[in-house]
């Protein structure tokens, strides 16, 4: 027996999964880490906290957003699903840890977002490799890739000071900002061309 059609959009996972597919939700992500990017490069000077700070908050609002959008995707992707969620808790904790203990001392600070860089660019790679038919697929193996990059620079590249790390971190910020702006662009004509009337 088939349920009724307005029961049907009555479920609060139906309703997120169309708010999720929205290309709105990566476009205003991709804008506010384009704007965390700038704010850090223009005040290199700060401390390490304030940088700390930043970050988390960044981190806090890309966990929500992966969250909100990994309902978006079609119910027989279970897996891409899974993995968005997975990251979407992943960019939660490396937030909480920068706002909680606003990370001491450079060297702790690199190492939490270097390796979230590291592992949210993999699992993006693995899911834009996967999924054929993923909306952006180039966009998405682009950012994947970058990301992974991101994360092993940050890794591996001898930071000293909060200056040094400012720079870096808004560097990168900033270009994968541009990115996912430029990847909600191609999401927005998927979806244009897949339906009329998408938002």
């Known amino acids: 027996m088939t349920e009724p059609l307005g029961s049907a959009t009555q479920d609060p996972l139906f309703v997120l999964a169309g708010v999720g597919r929205s290309w709105l939700w990566p476009f205003a992500f991709g804008l506010l880490t384009v704007v965390a990017g700038i704010v850090v490069i223009s005040w290199p000077e700060e401390t390490t906290r304030v940088v700390a700070i930043i970050i988390g908050l960044q981190f806090l609002v ?5 969250f909100v959008t990994a309902f978006g995707h079609d119910g027989s992707r279970t897996g891409s699903r899974t993995v968005y969620v997975i990251m979407s808790l992943l960019s939660i904790v490396a937030g909480v840890l920068c706002l909680r203990h606003q990370v001491q001392t450079v060297a702790v600070l690199a190492l939490v977002v270097g390796l979230f ?18 909306p952006a697929r180039g966009a998405a193996i682009a950012l994947g890739a970058l990301g992974t990059v991101a994360g092993i620079v940050v890794l591996s590249f001898p930071v000293e000071s909060a200056v040094a790390l400012a720079w870096l971190l808004g560097l990168w910020l900033l270009v994968l900002g541009l990115l996912e702006v430029a990847a909600a662009l191609l999401l927005r004509s998927a979806l244009r061309r897949s339906g009329p009337g998408t938002l």
């Not at 993006?124 to 490799?129: K, M």
């Open 62 to 66: 890309a966990g929500v957003v992966r």
């Open 117 to 134: 860089w590291l592992a949210a660019g993999l699992l993006t790679l693995f899911v834009a490799l996967t999924e054929h038919d993923l």
